[in-house]
């Protein structure tokens, strides 16, 4: 039975992993948290306007994973002296946990410095694969189109996806797998759908036809790539860097039609279709971020294809299918946006 540890298990996709080993069964798992155990209740994340796509593995926060039986680890990425000792024993470590916004020595703290402790006690105990939940923020802003990996410079725009950038230089340099997902859906999301609606509520319209094109995956499919490139064969690997989503991109008038379904009163989409730069300042009267509204009026498509092949995974549902399911927990969680 092997021993697989999860940090971040409290967080967002975290606790989606825990859950997902647990429903595979016959693994022994290590569930490490920060600030309260797995098994503890949603709480609020930081706001998708600073956070950025693709951020919510969290250090701390998400739905939980409840998962009974399992050992907890109480440790701090930020306190490396918590750290000694807790890969003895561990077979694969999953490492879900981020700082995702916050200060920049926070970031640096934790997602760098933190990592790179993390790596040497990996080493240490002999753990035999690491597979590390980083972002596709680290590209920082343009254009993507079925882009791969290996064709992209990272050129992170923020401190948390520069540190996340460190932190994935350190897994790499332990011989670990880094997954990079875009937008992430599911049960305990309180960054992107929640961050899109906000938009959607401060602007009297389309931003020039919404016909950009963005890649999406559900954490439950994050959590199954996940565990499945923990748990893969070292031939079946072909590479050391994936993107994580959905083979199907998804044109973000459809992305955001489903989010006004369940966001509640918006503007008609269809009283005005304004300009990126009319779009900007409406923003900005309101307080809100554009990072979020540059990843809608470009294309942020990725190659996800060789990770589903390489794992010999079948994706699930599309996302309209997908959304479909977790329309109502959606709707739920936006009552007070």
Known sequence: MPTIMITGAAGFIGGHVAR???RRGGLSLRLMSHRRPPAGPATA????????????????????????????????????????GVCEGVDV?????????????????????GTAALMAEARRA????????????????????AARPEDLVRNPGSPTSGSRAHAEDAVLAAGGVVLRPHLVLGDGDRWVVPGLARILRALPGTVEGWAARTSVITAQDLARLLLGAGLAPAGDLTA???????????????????VAAVAGPAADPAAEDLTAVRARELLA???????????LTSDHWFDSDPVWRDLRCTPGPDFEAAFKELAEGYRHALLDI
């Not at 999953?94 to 997602?111: D, F, K, Y």
């Open 45 to 84: 994340g930081p706001d998708p306007a600073t956070a950025g796509p693709g951020s919510g593995s969290g250090h701390g926060h998400g739905p939980g994973a409840v998962v009974p039986g399992h050992r907890t680890v109480r440790a701090d990425l930020s306190d490396p002296g918590s750290l000694r």
């Open 126 to 145: 002999g753990v035999s694969r690491v597979v590390y939940l980083s972002t596709a923020s680290v590209y920082g802003r343009g254009a993507f189109r």
């Open 93 to 113: 470590l999953l490492h879900c946990a981020s700082q995702i916004g916050g200060t920049p020595e926070a970031n640096e703290a934790v997602n760098a410095r």
């Open 285 to 295: 009267a309101r307080g809100i971020a554009a990072q979020g509204l540059d990843m």
């Open 20 to 22: 997902e080993a647990e």
């Open 240 to 258: 050391s860097v994936y993107h994580a989503a959905h083979p199907v991109p998804v044109t973000v008038r459809t992305l955001l039609g489903a």
